[in-house]
Each structure stands twice: as C-alpha cells, then as structure tokens.
C-alpha cells in the first residue's frame, strides 16, 4: 500500500475539521433544542396552573379587546431567564418585553402565552411557544401545549415531531376535502373587510373551518396533519417563528398570500401541506380583489 502524500494528508485532515464543525454545531443546536424545551415545558406548568384563575388583566395600547396577564410576563420573564442562563450572549425578541440587541447570531422568538383570551376565560387552548433564529434564520422551534402534554419540536433539516415521534403534513388534494383554520389580529375592527371576505370564501370552498385562538397551535396541527391550512393576516414573529418551522420540517408550505416565499418578520402568513396551496392563494387572490 502506498503512503499519503502530502496533500492527501492536508485534505483529510481539513475534512476531519469540517465534520468536526458540523458535528459539534449541529450538537449545540440540539442542546439549544432541549433547553427551549424545558424552559417551555416550565412556563406551560404556570399556565396551566392558572388558567381561568382571577388575576390582573391589562389591555394593551388602548385596544379594548388585546389583553396581557401577570401570567404572560411571568412566563416570560422564566423562559428569557432560563435560556439567558445558558446563554447570555444571545438577543432576545418576545411579546411583552420586545426586543435587546446584543448582536449575537442567534436570536429567541417568545411568545410566553400564545392564545391570551383562552386563558383568560379558562378555555384549554393555548401554549408557549420559543423559535431560535440564527442569522437571519429559524432553525429551531418549540410549541408546547400544557393542557394535553403535546410538545412539538422541530430542527432545521431534522423534521418535526410531536411528543419525540415524527410527524408530517396531510395529504388531502382538494380544498373541498380541507380542514382549514385561521385567526383574527387584534386590529380587526380597523379594517375588517378583507379578513371576513377571506373567511367567507374558505367557508364555501372548504370542508370545514376553525378558529382556535392560537396560532402557534394552528401551524404545530398545521405540521401533525390535523389541519390542512392555515392562514391569517397580520401576525408577529412571537406568533410563527416555532410554528412555521414545524410546518416547514414536516414536508408543508410557507409563503405570503401570493404564494412568494417569506420571513417571520412579515405579517401575512400561508401555510398548508402544500398540495392544497395553490388553491389556497386562488381563494386569498379572490378576496383581495374585492369578490
Ligand atoms: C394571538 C393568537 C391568535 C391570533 C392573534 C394573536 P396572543 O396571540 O395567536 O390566535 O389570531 O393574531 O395575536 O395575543 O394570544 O399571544
Ligand atoms: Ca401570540
Ligand atoms: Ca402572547
């Protein structure tokens, strides 16, 4: 046998460092993965706890109907808290205490409560939900819904899953054989034609349609296949940035209302199992077009 050159010794050992990297990273994104996962599962036991319980209820920026609880900050505050524990040189974006530029690559997502009038009125249908971005883009995400247990977790590249098993898109292929949901901003009443416009259309076109009042839960059943679309018009990053991934990494679709692909950052959100999208954006363009 003969021995390496040079070269070949130089090229294995700078591939044996490049596996190296993308081992080690992908590792410490799966680390990141699991403590998104306690600090979610730590904050839906204080959610549960008290759901439908008395408690301080503020309204935010005058809106009458967009509430905020002690409970939504307290989440909060638990979930920034544990992660800034691991990792205190990360930025953070969440609901109730916006944004802190730390110029870190990585970015959370929080929604501390996802589904604030559920809980307020004891309706079981609500959830933390944490998205990781880095530069720019989400590469981890966790929907946890302390009510039935279900924890939805999904890495970029790994797939979703649902309580640790994979889950996947449906496959229905006809809008009339759909089970769409969508939801309402709390900024309806400024302008509500459209949405109801939308909302009228898909009741005749699909199956059967649902609003839950979560729409991080909407785009995690969105990702099981328990729904096969979903869309609303102006939703925040909080909102999406775990959900979208789940959707993404279970084999669906995410765009904007036209169909060009999109950012948590913007406010519309498409998404489905992708087989039913096309008919989805025909429906969105009747509406915007006035019919
Ligand atoms: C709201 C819920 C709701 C959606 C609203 C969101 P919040 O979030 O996700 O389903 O329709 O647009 O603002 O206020 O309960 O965290
Ligand atoms: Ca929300
Ligand atoms: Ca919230």
Redesign the pocket.
């Known amino acids: 046998m003969r021995a390496a050159t040079q070269t070949e010794l130089h090229q294995s050992a700078s591939s044996f460092r490049r596996i190296h990297f993308i081992v080690s990273f992908s590792f410490e994104r799966t680390l990141m993965l699991e403590i998104a996962v306690e600090a979610a599962r730590e904050a839906g036991a204080l959610l549960k706890l008290h759901s439908g319980k008395a408690q301080s209820i503020e309204r935010k920026e005058g809106q009458e109907t967009?509430?905020?609880t002690e409970i939504?900050r307290r989440s909060e505050e638990m979930i920034i808290g544990r992660i800034r524990r691991k990792y205190p040189h990360h930025d953070f974006l969440a609901?109730e205490s916006g944004g802190k530029e730390r110029h870190s690559e990585y970015c959370w997502i929080i929604?501390?409560?996802?589904?604030?009038?559920?809980?307020t009125h004891g309706l079981p249908v609500?959830c933390v939900s944490i998205g990781l971005e880095r530069n720019g883009e989400i590469v981890a995400g966790v929907v946890y819904d302390p009510n039935h247990d279900e924890l939805f977790t999904a890495e970029k590249g790994k797939g979703a899953t649902l309580n640790r098993k994979r889950i996947r898109v449906s496959s229905t292929s006809r809008l009339i054989d759909s089970l769409l949901v969508?939801?309402?901003?709390?900024t309806l009443r400024d302008d509500p034609e459209e949405i109801i416009r939308h909302f009228n259309n898909f009741l005749l076109e699909a199956q059967a349609l649902r609003?839950?009042?979560?729409?991080?839960?909407?785009l995690a059943y969105v990702a099981a296949g328990r729904f096969d679309g979903f869309w609303?018009s102006?939703?925040?990053p909080?909102?999406m940035a775990a959900g979208v991934l789940l959707v993404q990494e279970a084999g669906g679709k995410f765009t904007d209302f036209e169909g060009n692909p999109s950012t948590v950052h913007k406010k519309a959100v498409l998404t489905s199992n992708g087989v039913i999208h096309d008919q989805m954006i025909e429906v969105l363009r009747k509406g915007r077009s006035g019919s």
């Open positions: 967009n509430l905020v939504d609901e929604d501390p409560l996802d589904g604030t009038t559920n809980f609500f969508t939801g309402f901003p709390y609003r839950l009042g979560s729409a991080a839960l909407d609303e102006s939703l925040n909080w909102d």
